[in-house]
């Protein structure tokens, strides 16, 4: 069971993120303020639901908040300032735009920088524990998902219609065979010298 809260003085707003290990597309962060006491059965870290019932929880959660706010950083700027860098500076946008200020903030993972003046508190696997930051998570997901879907009518053959942008072997042959595409993270190792000495290895 996760916990509605992890400070009761002040409103809290749980931010998460989504697509920081992808070879392609925008970083997508999140920002959700829950009622207090909120609950529900079935949300937890977007990463242990199917695909189906994150975008339902997705519903469930832009109906129930009192605040939610969705953004996100493109692949040209993740290649100049990093992949942490964008991650932060797309759940600070997040944060930047909800409709009501949170007293504090509570962030999945271990690495954050202050947002204005107000306090924050990392937690490791904290989609996992607090019910905003699953809730955030399941916002960056289907959102960032959903941009994924739309680009992969466009490059059919690197597979983003199932892999959305995450590094599989079909999307590092791909891009071995293909080159890059305009949406790649350039900065990004994107072909395993190992793969391609197989690859090469099975031309012969």
């Known amino acids: 069971m996760l916990l509605p809260y992890f400070q009761r003085e002040f409103i809290e707003a749980g931010c998460d993120e989504a697509g920081r ?87 999945d993972g271990n690495r954050f920088k202050p947002f204005e003046d107000l306090a924050h508190q990392c937690i490791i696997k904290g989609d996992s524990k607090y019910y905003s930051i699953a809730a955030a998570s399941i916002l960056a997901k289907t959102y960032r998902d959903e941009y994924m879907l739309n680009l992969a009518g466009e490059y059919p053959q690197y597979d983003w219609k199932s892999n959305k942008g995450y590094p599989t072997i079909k999307h590092r042959n791909a891009v071995i065979a293909y080159g890059l595409s305009p949406f790649h993270r350039k900065t990004f190792r994107i072909s395993d010298p190992q793969l391609t000495l197989a690859l090469f290895s099975g031309q012969n």
């Open 21 to 107: 290990g992808c070879l392609a597309g925008p970083v997508f962060a999140a920002a959700v303020i829950l009622p207090e006491n909120f609950s529900h059965p079935m949300l937890n870290d977007s990463k242990k639901i199917n695909e189906k019932d994150r975008f339902q929880l997705r519903d469930m959660v832009e109906r129930e908040a009192i605040a939610f706010a969705v953004a996100s950083v493109d692949h040209e700027e993740i290649d100049k300032i990093n992949i942490l860098n964008a991650s932060i500076k797309a759940m600070h946008l997040a944060l930047g735009q909800l409709s009501i200020r949170p007293g504090f903030i509570i962030i």
